[in-house]
Structure formats: structure tokens, C-alpha cells
């Protein structure tokens, strides 16, 4: 017997989110084979979009993965033998991928901070003064603390170091921001479906430069998976090497139109309209936001539990109105909550659930 299906629970939390019933239908397309001209059809009219909405010339490799596996692609296929990966870490999502590169053997360095605070461009400039690296990766948006970290500002000061790769984590912003990688000399920029993008989990895109190509011609060991010189031979063929995620592929290429429809600027202007909403409604709640001043992101807020409401008790509250939040990540738990503001959420959502988050408050006093 298969189970009851569930009501419908408007998603907040930053992943996967919020997914619409058009898009959620497009998954429903006829199958074709992956080896089919009708998929070779499908791959490049997404490929296409991609490129646009990355603002890049250079291919969009695509992952039947979570962004974790564009991750461990990228750290295979850039780092040398003997030589090191610096990697910026404020949070959870940027500490993992840091561990991803230890266990690939990789010798990692790190410029690390508290979870909270942004990575600062002089931070950057220093560390590569004192060492060299084949690559430099950091998070644009530390999911777990809301930073969004000045990615361009580190663009500036990469641009003096040619042969150290620069390797973007946009998981939680591309598709809510501008992520301009040809602009900001970006040789991997990767993010993954669930997030700002909307659609269900499974699939994720890697933006890749040449220089990641010729780079990785010097490294032996790149797996077969992740490997980025076979994602380029089966992407001149507008196919992928192992067998990609088609249905997902179909809400893709429905996503993208909708995207280009609304446009870009007004997409990303929605989010920062959101993002601000929040901001003023944490402080008129009288709480405090986790991030950073002046770092805040525009696709999920992270507020400080200041007044240390049982957030366990407020998704209860926040179900029987069919929405949820998120609790802090891992050692946050507790400490703060998370509220994505991201993909295809309208302001209109938000008012509703800070109506009922106020309700919550007025009854727990």
C-alpha cells in the first residue's frame, strides 16, 4: 500500500525549496533515451539557458549529483600532485568541501574565520602572498550562517595569480544573484537544482573553464564520474557519460524559460526585495540577524535566536498553517533559525509566514 499522500507544506527552509506544480509537471514529459537526438535536442536548448543565466561562454557541465559532486570534481580535476588547495571556510558547507579535498588527497590550507563572519578580500591577498596554490575555493554563500561572501572582491586580487584556479561553491545564490563568471574570472562555478534554481534535488551544473581543462590533463588519478576531460568529450555531443537525470532535465529547461521570462535583473531584484523584508522583520520581532552586517544573503536569512523561542515548538505552529522553517545547522541548532527567501517564493509568502512566526510570538509571550 502506498503511503497517504501528505499535505501540502510551503517549503522555507534553504533546500530544497519551494517547487511549483508547472514545474513539478514538466517532470512529466514522455521518456526518451540519453542517446536519443530528441535528448541531444533537450541538452543543448538547456545548455544554452545555462550559459546565459551563469553569464559565461564556456560549457555548463551537467551532474547527476548534489552540488557535493561538483565539489569533489572540482578538487580532483584542479589540484596537482604536490601541490595545494587554499580554502575559504566560514561555515559548514565551505568546512565540508575543505574535508571533500582531504579525502581526495589533496594538501588543503585554510584561511578560516568564526561562523557568522565573511572571509575578507585582505585575508585572500595575504595568504597568497606567503604561499602558492593551483587553487583557491570558497563559498559564495555560506548556507548554513546566511554570509555571502565578496567573491568579486576576490576575483580582483586572483586576477594577479594566473595559474591559481578559482573554484565558486554558488549552491545557495545561483539563480538568486548574479553570478557573473565570465566577468569575475571564475574557472569553476558550481550549484545544484534545489535551491535558488526550484527545482527538486538530483541534479547540479558546473561552469569550467578552459584553463580547468588543461589543468587537468596534468593530473593522473580524476576518477571517471566527476572527471571534467570526459564531461567535455560527451559535451561536444550535447550528451553526458553516464545517464542523466532526463525528467529533472525537462523541469530544467521549463525553469529556464520561466527565468529569461521574468528576466534576470527583476529575478535577482525580487530576491534582494525579500532578503530586505526579512531584515526588517527580524529586527521588528526583536531578534537579531546571525550574519554579518553588511554580509547578509539575499536567498537565506539567518537569524539569532535572541530570544530563545523553542523553534521545535514554532514549526509545529508553523505546520498547522502548512509552512515550515528551518532550525539552525549543525552546532547552531537551536541557536538560530533559517528562513529562505529564494527560487520562486514571492514577498506575498513571506508576509503570510511572518504573520503567522508574529502569531507564534504574541502566544509564547
Given at each position: ?72 570534481s ?39 574565520v ?13 595568504a ?52 557573473d ?28 573553464s ?78 537579531e ?13 539567518n ?7 523553542d ?14 522553517v ?8 537551536g ?31
Amino acid at each position: 500500500m502506498s503511503p497517504k499522500k501528505q499535505e501540502h507544506v510551503r517549503l522555507f527552509i534553504p533546500g530544497p525549496v519551494e517547487v511549483r506544480p508547472e514545474i513539478l509537471d514538466a517532470q512529466s514529459e514522455w521518456m526518451v533515451g540519453h542517446r536519443s537526438p530528441e535528448f541531444a535536442a533537450l541538452y543543448a536548448s538547456v545548455q544554452g539557458k545555462l550559459k546565459q543565466t551563469f553569464y559565461t561562454q564556456n560549457p555548463v557541465y551537467i551532474y547527476t549529483s548534489s552540488g557535493s559532486g561538483v565539489w569533489e570534481s572540482a578538487s580532483r580535476c584542479t589540484v596537482r600532485d604536490g601541490k595545494k588547495i587554499l580554502h575559504l571556510t566560514c561555515g559548514a558547507f565551505s568546512e565540508r568541501w575543505a574535508e571533500v579535498s582531504r579525502l581526495n588527497g589533496k594538501q588543503v590550507d585554510l584561511i578560516a574565520v568564526e561562523w557568522g563572519q565573511a572571509i575578507k578580500p585582505e585575508q585572500l591577498a595575504e595568504a597568497l602572498q606567503h604561499d602558492e596554490y593551483d587553487a583557491v575555493a570558497c563559498a559564495m554563500n555560506e548556507t548554513s550562517t546566511g554570509v555571502r561572501n565578496p567573491v568579486e572582491a576576490y576575483a580582483e586580487i586572483l586576477a594577479d595569480y594566473p595559474d591559481t584556479l578559482y573554484l565558486v561553491d554558488a549552491v545557495s545564490i545561483y539563480a538568486g544573484a548574479k553570478v557573473d563568471v565570465d566577468a569575475w574570472g571564475i574557472d569553476v562555478c558550481l550549484t545544484s537544482t534545489q535551491k535558488a534554481f526550484a527545482l527538486p534535488p538530483g541534479m547540479a551544473f558546473g561552469a569550467t573553464s578552459p584553463a580547468v581543462l588543461e589543468r587537468a590533463k596534468e593530473i593522473p588519478n580524476r576518477g571517471y564520474y566527476f572527471d571534467v576531460l570526459t564531461l567535455q568529450k560527451y559535451h561536444e555531443r550535447d550528451n553526458t557519460p553516464a545517464t542523466p537525470p532526463v525528467a529533472l532535465m525537462y523541469a530544467a529547461d521549463r525553469q529556464l524559460d520561466d527565468m529569461l521570462a521574468e528576466g534576470l535583473d527583476a529575478r535577482f531584484a525580487r530576491h534582494e526585495k525579500m532578503a530586505e523584508m526579512t531584515r526588517v522583520w527580524v529586527q521588528q520581532a526583536e531578534f537579531e540577524m546571525f550574519s554579518e552586517d553588511g554580509y547578509h544573503s539575499p536567498t537565506v536569512s539567518n537569524v539569532a535566536n535572541t530570544r530563545e523561542i523553542d523553534i521545535s515548538a514554532l514549526n509545529a505552529f508553523l505546520r498547522e498553517r502548512g509552512m515550515v522553517v528551518s532550525n539552525g545547522y549543525g552546532k547552531l541548532k537551536g541557536k538560530a533559525f533559517r528562513i529562505a527567501h529564494m527560487g520562486d517564493t514571492q514577498p506575498e509568502h513571506l508576509e503570510a509566514l511572518f504573520a503567522a512566526m508574529d502569531e507564534f510570538l504574541a502566544k509564547e509571550g
